[in-house]
C-alpha cells in the first residue's frame, strides 16, 4: 500500500512520521520504501545519507524519467529502502507543469516497484503543490500529522477540504487512514485542542499520540531512526503502537 504522509503546513511532524513509521513497519516480512518528496531532504538526512550524496533523488525520478529502481538504496534499517530528495525537487513544481498528464507522474514511475513492497511510504512537502497532488494521486491512503495547538481544528478542516477537492478532481482513490497527534505537549489549553479535535474526527485520530521528545528532537542531527537512536525510549513505544494501528487499519480494509 502507497501512503502518503500529507500537511500542507511544514514543522508538524510530517518527516519524523514517516521515517520513525516506516521504520516501525520495516520487518523481515515487511518491506517498506521510503520516498522524500521534500527539497529540504530531512527525511534523507534521519536516514544517514549525507547531503553530497542525495542524488540520484526523487527529482530525477519526476523530472528526468530516471528509473525508480536505480534510485533506490537501501538504509541502516534492515528492510527499509529509501529514494531520497534533494534540492532539485524544489523545481519541481515548475518543471512538472510543462507535462502532459503531469499528476499521475509519480503514479507512473512506482508502478514497477509497487509490487516489491509492502508499504511505500511517501514524505511530502508542506503545500498541496504539483508535487503533493502527485502524492495524493499515487496514494492508497493517507495520514496527517497535526499540532494539537491553537487553530489546530480549523486548520485541519480546511487542508482536509482542499485534500478532498484534489481527489474529486483527478479522481484519485486514497483515503484518510488517520489523523496523528504529534509534538503534543501537557497543558490545559492543549488538551482542550485535543479534545475537540478526538471529538470532531472520532475514530479517525489513532490512539497513539506522539508527544514532544528530547530525542526526537536530537535524533534527526545523528542520522539515526529513533529505533537505533534511543530503542527504549516513549517514542519508539509510540511509533511501534502506531505501526500496529496502521496494521489493523490496513487489515480492516481489504
Ligand atoms: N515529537 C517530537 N518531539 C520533539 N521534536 C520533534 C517531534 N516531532 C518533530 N520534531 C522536530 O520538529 C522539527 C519539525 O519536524 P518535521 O517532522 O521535520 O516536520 P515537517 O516534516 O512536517 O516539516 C524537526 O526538527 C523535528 O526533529
Ligand atoms: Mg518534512
Redesign the pocket.
Known amino acids: 500500500m502507497v501512503l502518503a504522509?500529507v500537511?500542507n503546513?511544514?514543522?508538524?511532524?510530517?518527516?519524523?512520521?514517516?521515517?520513525n513509521l516506516g521504520a516501525a513497519l520495516a520487518a523481515p516480512k515487511r518491506r517498506v520504501l521510503l520516498i522524500d518528496l521534500?527539497g529540504?531532504a530531512?527525511?534523507s538526512m534521519w536516514c544517514g545519507v549525507a547531503r553530497a550524496d542525495l542524488n540520484p533523488s526523487s527529482a530525477a525520478c519526476l523530472l528526468e524519467n530516471y528509473p525508480v529502481s536505480k534510485a533506490i538504496r537501501r538504509t541502516p534499517t534492515s528492510n527499509l529502502d529509501l529514494i531520497s530528495g534533494s534540492s532539485e525537487l524544489a523545481n519541481a513544481d515548475l518543471a512538472l507543469s510543462e507535462v502532459a498528464g503531469r499528476e499521475l507522474t509519480l503514479r507512473h514511475a512506482l508502478h514497477q516497484v509497487r509490487s516489491r513492497y509492502d508499504f511505500i511510504i511517501l514524505?511530502c512537502p508542506?503545500s498541496l503543490s504539483l508535487i503533493g497532488v502527485n502524492a495524493l494521486v499515487a496514494a492508497d491512503g493517507f495520514v496527517v500529522?497535526v499540532v494539537p495547538h491553537f487553530l489546530a481544528v480549523e486548520g485541519l478542516t480546511n487542508m482536509l477540504t482542499a485534500v478532498d477537492q484534489v481527489r474529486r478532481r483527478l479522481k484519485a482513490r486514497a483515503t484518510l487512514l488517520g489523523i496523528l497527534l504529534?509534538?503534543?505537549t501537557p497543558g490545559k489549553k492543549r488538551a482542550e485542542v485535543r479534545e475537540q479535535l478526538r471529538s470532531q474526527y472520532r475514530d479517525r485520530v489513532f490512539h497513539t499520540e506522539?508527544?514532544?521528545?528530547?530525542?526526537?528532537?536530537?535524533?534527526?542531527?545523528a542520522g539515526k531512526t529513533i529505533f537505533q537512536f534511543g530503542p527504549h525510549t516513549g517514542?519508539a513505544d509510540a511509533f511501534r503502537r502506531l505501526a500496529g494501528e496502521i496494521l489493523e487499519r490496513v487489515s480492516g480494509r481489504k
Open positions: 504522509v500537511n503546513k511544514g514543522g508538524v511532524g510530517k518527516t519524523t512520521t514517516s521515517v521534500d529540504q530531512s527525511a514524505d508542506p500529522p504529534t509534538m503534543v506522539i508527544t514532544t521528545s528530547r530525542s526526537l528532537e536530537e535524533a534527526p542531527a517514542a
